[in-house]
């Protein structure tokens, strides 16, 4: 029962136009992060929805990287939210600095 639940969850996401999930509670990010597979393959599609925590955006947004908020942690990858909204990493950032001057 949960699963078409929390697919409902992401099909609304979805239609909403939505880029991420984002949660405050860790139960809530292991449900919709850790068990996406699970859902996928039960309901024979495909949702590679990120799911991040509200501080990770919070963080991202602040300037912090994504070894400091342990993007890499996620189970689903960050990366096309991160490139969705421009965040640069360090040597991306130190790349183009070198390159103007």
């Known amino acids: 029962m ?8 992401f099909d609304e996401a979805k239609a909403a ?3 991420c999930i ?3 509670c860790p139960m809530c990010h292991m449900l919709l992060d850790g068990q996406q597979g ?4 039960a309901h024979n599609t495909v949702i590679r929805y990120a799911c991040a ?5 919070i963080g991202l947004a602040m300037g912090l990287g994504e070894k ?11 990366s ?4 969705l909204i421009g965040k640069e990493k360090p040597e ?4 183009q600095a070198q390159a103007k001057n």
């Open 38 to 41: 699970m859902i996928e393959k």
């Open 80 to 83: 096309k939210l991160i490139a």
């Open 17 to 19: 136009g939505a880029n």
């Open 2 to 9: 949960h699963s078409f639940l929390t697919k409902k969850l």
């Open 53 to 57: 925590y509200f501080t990770q955006l």
């Open 68 to 78: 400091e908020l342990e993007l890499d942690k996620n189970m689903v990858s960050m």
């Open 22 to 24: 984002v949660v405050a």
């Open 92 to 95: 991306e950032k130190k790349a």
